[in-house]
């Protein structure tokens, strides 16, 4: 089975500054408009890794989008939000170690 066929759409979110009602500067999540191809792997429990980021990590995100990064932007999957803990850009596609985060926080 290929990276290819595995692949699930998916809406990337960027967090940006808007005002509220109350003129006061808030972060929110805005979805973009293009939806990306993601191809999702949970991280084997079974192999024992030193790295920290690999081990706070529940899931490996392979894309060709070259936009993911850290602290400014989430991937969405259905009712899954994946939140990016190491971002490696290089290649062909970008290997995303992300963690799966729930809906209100």
């Known amino acids: 089975m290929t990276i290819n066929r595995r692949e699930v759409p998916a809406t990337l979110e960027r967090l940006s500054r808007v005002r509220n009602d109350l003129n006061e500067s808030v972060d929110q999540w805005t979805?973009?408009?293009?939806?990306?191809?993601?191809?999702?792997?949970?991280?084997?429990?079974?192999?024992?890794?030193?790295n920290v980021r690999y081990q706070e990590s529940s899931h490996v995100l392979i894309t060709r989008c070259r936009e993911v990064a850290l602290g400014k932007t989430r991937i969405v999957i259905g009712e899954e939000i994946y939140t990016p803990t190491?971002?490696?850009?290089?290649?062909?596609?970008?290997?995303?170690?992300?963690?799966?985060?729930?809906?209100?926080?």
């Open 86 to 105: 190491f971002v490696n850009p290089a290649g062909r596609k970008v290997q995303v170690l992300a963690k799966v985060m729930t809906p209100d926080g």
């Open 31 to 50: 979805p973009d408009t293009d939806p990306i191809m993601v191809s999702v792997y949970p991280v084997s429990a079974f192999k024992n890794f030193s």
